[in-house]
């Protein structure tokens, strides 16, 4: 079992910027995929961008230039910057971790409100 415990949301104005936090309970070394999901009100939950075991980041593209993840494998912790936000951001963020056995694992979410 993985816990993720994600930090960061808020309240930010039109243009601003946050950066999310996820924390592993395990190594994220080995890990096969890890990201980053949102959904907002009334929509699918969509994948907004990850990184693979290899290294490889995939990003969604209505977030393309303007968010950026990282990880710190040594505090088993994945980052995503987001800079430029748009109303249209707002949702909850929920970090994903699918582990090199292929179990995924869910964090509770982080609420991200960006008003205009």
């Known amino acids: 079992q993985v816990q993720l415990v994600e930090s960061g949301g808020g309240l930010v104005q039109a243009g601003g910027s946050l950066t999310l936090s996820c924390a592993a309970s395990?190594?994220?070394?080995?890990?096969?995929?890890m990201g980053w999901y949102r959904q907002a009100p009334g929509k699918q939950r969509e994948l907004v961008a990850h990184?693979?075991?290899?290294?490889?980041?995939y990003y969604a593209d209505s977030v393309k230039g303007r968010f950026t993840l990282s990880r710190d494998n040594a505090k088993n912790t994945i980052y995503l910057q987001m800079n430029s936000l748009k109303p249209e951001d707002t949702a909850v963020y929920y970090c994903?971790?699918?582990?090199?056995?292929?179990?995924?694992?869910w964090g509770q979410g982080t609420q991200v409100t960006v008003s205009s």
């Open positions: 990184i693979s075991t290899s290294g490889t980041i």
């Open positions: 395990r190594s994220i070394f080995r890990i096969n995929v």
């Open positions: 994903n971790y699918i582990s090199d056995t292929f179990n995924r694992y």
